[in-house]
């Protein structure tokens, strides 16, 4: 009986590693949208947190809604969930903070992938400023 379970344990292990390459985006499949050219920065709320799962090439990580201090509504893709709760961020409607990215168009609507986002005085840097995201290059 052991035996069984040690082996459905490992089957489960080896089917989650697999997914992980696509699910983390470092599969490098990924459409390359991070534009360096398109960069702004935005301070405002945030509205609406949701976890969105992350597909073929892609990760699952938070997408924030925010509205900008000049009235805008604007979705913020960050990272991979597990990277930005290891750097200690846990972002809530209400938060106030401030996003520098790449404002670019997925799907018809605009964007911002996010390359650092302050809050409460700390830094979350997610991508350099070519767009290569930190959590790559630390192996998450």
């Given amino acids: ?6 082996r459905v344990s490992m089957l489960f292990l080896f089917a989650g590693c697999m997914a992980l390459p696509g699910a ?6 990924s459409p390359r949208l991070y534009n360096p050219s398109a960069v702004v ?13 992350g597909g073929q090439g892609s990760f699952t990580g938070p997408l924030l809604t925010m509205k900008s201090n000049h009235g805008k509504k604007l979705r913020v893709r960050l990272g991979p969930i597990g990277y930005v709760a290891s750097k200690g961020f846990n972002f ?3 938060d106030k ?5 790449s404002k670019v168009r997925y799907k018809g609507k605009s964007i911002l992938i996010a390359r650092v986002v302050k809050m409460d005085g700390k830094s979350l840097l997610l991508r350099n400023r070519q767009g290569v995201p930190d959590w790559k290059a630390q192996g998450s």
């Fill in 97 to 101: 903070i401030a996003v520098t990215g």
């Fill in 24 to 29: 983390f985006g470092i599969s490098g499949k």
């Fill in 41 to 53: 920065t935005l301070q405002g709320t945030v509205k609406k947190v949701k976890v969105i799962a």
């Fill in 92 to 94: 809530t409607k209400g």
């Fill in 1 to 6: 009986m052991m035996r069984r379970t040690l």
